[in-house]
């Protein structure tokens, strides 16, 4: 993940932006990184893709 090669063990969360909800990570100060490629309109899709892996990971911030 994005956040492990920047040296932070965050969880991978579902979170939204105006674009739509993704997968990323938080720190105390806010959204820190998007790690999936994917925007879902839906959070219960980006909850499936989390739940069953199936979404691909970003490969810079």
């Known amino acids: 993940m994005l956040a492990q090669r920047s040296g932070q063990d965050l969880p991978l969360e ?5 674009a ?3 997968l990323g990570t ?3 100060e806010g959204p820190y990184t998007r790690e999936s ?3 879902w309109p839906q959070r219960e899709q980006a909850q ?3 739940d ?3 979404w691909t990971q970003r490969s810079d911030h």
């Open 20 to 22: 739509g909800f993704y």
């Open 26 to 28: 938080y720190n105390d």
């Open 37 to 39: 490629q994917e925007y």
């Open 52 to 54: 069953t892996g199936h």
């Open 48 to 50: 499936r893709a989390l």
């Open 14 to 18: 579902i979170c939204y932006s105006a």
